[in-house]
């Protein structure tokens, strides 16, 4: 297929073991995102120096592994975000009351459970699929 590396699955696919909890839903995906935030630490050409804001302060203290936990957690609300973003550009709606407070609970908090309550607004605009 084009475009598609060997092992990589299709963005519309549904696999075979597809996880029926959003909680299950969104461990998926913070996996998947781990695996490509620890393909990126083990690359061997490093990436392009471009003016990037300075770690928060609550990191500085975190092993590698939580480092990693955490710029997984961070990268798939960074895609939810985008997918909530498209999906607001296309109906012109306003923001889902309570989003917004998930996400700051989020930003303050990263952690799986705080994501999933952030996933709960969007699987019910059936976003997730």
Do not use: C, W
């Not at 297929?1 to 699955?9: E, T």
């Not at 700051?104 to 952690?111: C, K, L, T, V």
Request: without cysteine.
């Amino acid at each position: 297929m084009i475009g598609r590396r060997s092992g990589a699955p299709l963005k519309n696919s549904v696999p075979a073991e597809f996880p029926e909890t959003l909680t299950a839903r969104m461990l998926a995906r913070v996996n998947v995102a781990r695996l490509l935030v620890d393909r990126r630490a083990n690359a061997t050409r490093p990436k392009s120096r471009r003016q990037r804001p300075a770690r928060p302060a609550s990191t500085d203290s975190l092993s590698l592994e939580e480092l990693r936990e955490f710029h997984s957690l961070r990268r798939v609300f960074r895609d939810l975000g985008v997918s909530y973003r498209r999906y607001r550009g296309q109906t012109g709606g306003h923001v889902v009351p309570g989003l917004r407070d998930a996400a700051y609970n989020f930003r303050a908090e990263p952690s799986l459970t705080s994501l999933v309550a952030v996933a709960a607004f969007l699987d019910a605009l059936d976003l997730l699929s």
